[in-house]
Structures are given as C-alpha cells and as structure tokens.
C-alpha cells in the first residue's frame, strides 16, 4: 500500500547466519594476530621453540583467513 502511495517503504535485511559467523572468526583471527604482533614487538626474547610456534600459528590463521574469505 505504502509503495503504491509513493511512501518508503519498510526494507527487511536477511541476515546470513553463516556470513555473521564468519565474520566473528576473522575478527577472532584479527585479535590473535595484533596479540602475536604485540609480544613480538615488545622486545621480549624467544626460544627459537616459540619463534617456530609463532610462525606455525600464523601459518594457521593464514590459513583460516583464506578459508573463511572464500565461503564470503
């Protein structure tokens, strides 16, 4: 009715449950890299053990990041 008299109307936004989820992952993914970033840059030392378990969990997220970025 409210089309037919030239008024706006009401627009209802579906919203992807899957698409909301996956952005709650990167955004997740984005808070572990700035952690990762913030202990690498505090000029604290590393044991090569953790400098190669810092890489791997990169290697992780990278991967995730892709993953998620390609169901978007």
Do not use: C, W
Request: no cysteine; hydrophobic share 40%.
């Amino acid at each position: 009715m409210l089309e037919k008299l030239g008024k706006p109307t009401l627009q209802v936004k579906v919203r992807n449950l899957e698409t909301e989820q996956y952005k709650s992952q990167l955004i997740k993914i984005g808070v572990n890299l700035n952690q990762i970033a913030k202990k690498l840059n505090s000029g604290a030392k590393f044991m090569i053990a953790d400098q190669k378990k810092v890489l791997d969990d990169i290697d992780i997220l990278k991967r995730h990041i892709i993953d998620i970025n390609s169901k978007i």
